[in-house]
C-alpha cells in the first residue's frame, strides 16, 4: 500500500472503499474497461485496454448527440463575441453542423443584440456600469451609472435589469435602446438585495409599477381561442372558472354561448393590455378590480374610431 495513504499508522482508504470505487468505474455511465489477473502470486487489477485512460474518456453516442445539439443551441443567439470559450469547446468536442432538431425564439435583427455578452460580461464580474440610453418617446441621449443584475428575454426583446448607483432602485432597460455601455471598475458593485424572479410573479413582461395593485381580472374566451389560452395561459395565475360560479355567469352573460371563462391576478402594464387586446373578438374581459377593463375599452374604442375614419 502507497505509504502516502497512512495517517498516524492508520490506511485513510481501506481495500474495499477502492473495490467498491473499481465497481462503480465498471458500471454506467463510466464503463471504464477492468481486466483481473494474478501475477507473481498477487492479485492485480489493470485497464482492459493498456491505451485506456480515466482522463481520455470518450462520449457516448448518445452524450455527443446532446452536446451537439445544446452547443448548436446556444450557437443561435447573435452577439456573443465575448464567448470565445463556446467556439473552443465546439472544436474539442468536434461539433459538426447538421439539421436542426431544436429551437428557441431568436430574433437575428435585434437591434444591439451584440450587447449580449458584453453584459453578461459585466454581470457575472460585478461590474458597474454607465448606461447612455433613450426612449422611443425621446431621442435625447441619457446616462445612468447602474449595477447590473439579470438579462431577461421576453417577446423576441433582450431586458437588462439593475439598481441604479443614486437610489438602488431597480431598473429595466430595453437592450435595443441602450447606446453606449461604458464599464466603471473603479466604483464598488452592489449585490441585488432581492430575488428580482419575484418581481415578475405579478406581471405580464417585464414591466413592473410598484405603486400599482394586484388586480382580479375575469375574462370570457370563445370556442375558437380556448383550448390556446387553457394550454398557454396569459399568467401563471390564470384559473378556468368551473361548477356553481360558471353556471352563474352563465346566466349573467347569456350572450356569451359556449367559450370558456377564466381569471387572472396581474398588475396593469403595456404587455398585460396588448396580450388580452391580441385576441381581438375571442377574447372579452369581463371585469377587473382597478383599470384594466376601462383601458381595454378605450383601446377597442380608439381603435374603431380610426378605422371609421378610413371608411370616409
Known amino acids: 500500500m502507497n505509504e502516502s495513504l497512512r495517517f498516524d499508522g492508520f490506511l485513510e482508504v481501506t481495500q474495499r472503499c477502492i473495490e467498491k470505487d473499481i ?12 481486466s483481473r489477473f494474478v501475477k507473481n502470486g498477487k ?3 489493470a485497464y482492459g485496454k493498456l491505451s485506456f485512460s480515466i482522463f481520455k474518456q470518450e462520449m457516448r453516442r448518445e452524450e455527443r448527440l446532446l452536446l451537439h445539439e445544446v452547443l448548436n443551441t446556444i450557437g443561435q443567439f447573435n452577439g456573443l463575441d465575448h464567448f470565445a470559450w463556446l467556439n473552443r469547446l465546439k472544436a474539442d468536442a468536434e461539433v459538426r453542423s447538421r439539421r436542426q432538431i431544436i429551437s428557441f425564439s431568436n430574433n437575428p435583427y435585434l437591434k444591439n443584440s ?8 459585466y454581470i457575472s464580474n460585478k461590474v458597474v456600469v454607465r448606461l447612455s440610453y433613450h426612449t422611443f418617446s425621446d431621442e435625447s441621449i441619457r446616462s445612468i451609472e447602474f449595477h447590473p443584475y439579470l438579462l431577461k428575454q421576453y417577446n423576441d426583446r433582450w431586458f437588462l435589469l439593475g439598481a441604479a448607483d443614486s437610489d438602488k432602485k431597480i431598473l429595466t432597460f430595453a437592450l435595443d435602446r441602450i447606446d453606449e455601455v461604458e464599464p466603471l471598475p473603479e466604483k ?12 415578475f410573479e405579478d406581471i405580464v413582461g417585464v414591466t413592473l409599477y410598484e405603486d400599482r395593485p394586484v388586480e382580479h381580472i375575469l375574462f370570457w374566451v370563445n370556442d375558437q381561442s380556448k383550448d390556446y389560452v387553457l394550454t398557454k395561459p396569459i399568467h401563471g395565475s390564470q384559473t378556468p372558472v368551473k361548477g356553481v360560479n360558471e353556471q352563474q355567469l352563465r346566466e349573467q ?9 377564466f ?13 388580452l387586446t391580441s385576441f381581438g373578438k375571442d377574447l372579452i374581459v369581463l371585469h377587473s378590480d382597478g383599470e384594466v377593463k376601462d383601458e381595454i375599452i378605450k383601446r377597442v374604442n380608439d381603435m374603431n374610431e380610426r378605422y371609421s375614419r378610413l371608411k370616409k
Request: glycine share 4%.
Open 263 to 275: 381569471t387572472i391576478d396581474c398588475i396593469r402594464n403595456y404587455e398585460l393590455i396588448r396580450e
Open 114 to 121: 451584440n450587447l449580449l455578452g458584453t453584459l453578461f460580461d
Open 43 to 45: 492479485n492485480c487489477i
Open 253 to 261: 352573460y347569456p350572450s356569451l354561448i359556449s367559450g370558456a371563462f
Open 23 to 34: 465497481n462503480a468505474l465498471e458500471d454506467a455511465p463510466f464503463n471504464v474497461p477492468i
Open 188 to 199: 464598488k458593485y452592489q449585490k441585488c438585495p432581492e430575488d428580482l424572479s419575484e418581481r
